[in-house]
């Protein structure tokens, strides 16, 4: 579930927009100003990272662990580090997806490609 970034032409805040499935978004605007003047940028959405204290403790610029990468309860840090530094409150379905996917990742992929 990745998560598109886009940048205001206008005012330059950056505006995160979360994804469920792969189709970006049809119609996106500034969060800051409203402006529908934004271009998407690309970012790596981080998947493998969770709790408030690995939230807290996470620093996108370091190298990850294998043990960190293979631990399901690290799926989504990023998304929610994004989301925290963007100021965007992460809404509950995105909760709770996030959840399934820490608990149980192979039924929400499966759920994702059809
Ligand atoms: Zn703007």
Do not use: Q, W
Not at 44 to 50: E, P
């Amino acid at each position: 579930m990745p998560i598109y970034e886009y940048k205001c032409s206008v005012c330059g805040e950056i505006t995160g927009i979360l994804v469920h499935g792969y189709d970006p978004p049809g119609d996106s605007a500034c969060g800051a100003c409203g402006s529908t003047d934004v271009k998407r940028i690309i970012s790596n959405v981080n998947y493998h990272h969770s709790g408030s204290d690995r939230l807290s403790s996470y620093d996108p610029r370091s190298r990850h662990s294998e043990s960190f990468l293979k631990d399901t309860r690290n799926i989504g840090l990023h998304a929610e580090y994004m989301l925290k530094k963007s100021g965007v409150k992460p809404t509950d379905e995105f909760k709770s997806k996030l959840e399934n996917l820490r608990t149980d990742p192979s039924s929400v992929i499966k759920k994702s490609s059809d």
